[in-house]
């Protein structure tokens, strides 16, 4: 017996942040982990640019690669983990690991990107402690 999955009830039950955006980089859709994650509401991602949470230094690399994906309709990370920076709607930095994967129409063109993403911020900062850490046992070591 097949089990018909209710796509609509698992994007929103998911505990990763699932974002799409459209050809052009606009959100079209925001699930409940998305708004935990990065404190946007649906009602205030919906229809804005992923501007939302790529930090301004980032941007321009951002939609670089972004037009670049949409003009040849291939990325070089469709099954590769990213770890990047982002930001929170209160400002903070975030360090999220992600990964997307291409949305097409039934004709095959290419319509937008889906995003299923991770916070790793706290786990960034014990890995950086702890990089931190050993650095000063091997210094005291070498003295």
Do not use: C
Not at 34 to 56: K, N, V, W
Not at 120 to 136: D, G, I, V
């Amino acid at each position: 017996m097949q089990t018909v999955i209710d796509l609509e009830q698992l994007v929103a039950a998911i505990g990763d942040a699932i974002i799409i955006s459209d050809a052009k980089g606009s959100i079209t859709l925001w699930n409940p982990a998305a708004e935990r994650m990065f404190g946007f509401t649906q009602s205030e991602a919906l229809g804005q640019s992923l501007d939302l949470i790529i930090p301004q230094r980032l941007r321009e690399r951002h939609w670089d690669g972004y037009h670049k994906t949409m003009a040849t309709g291939q990325t070089r990370y469709g099954h590769d983990v990213l770890r990047v920076p982002a930001v929170h709607k209160d400002g903070r930095a975030m360090s999220i690991a992600f990964t997307v994967a291409l949305l097409h129409s039934p004709q095959h063109e290419l319509t937008g990107i889906v995003a299923v993403i991770r916070d790793e911020t706290s786990r960034f900062q014990e890995e950086r402690n702890l990089r931190k850490r050993l650095a000063e046992l091997e210094a005291q070591a070498g003295a």
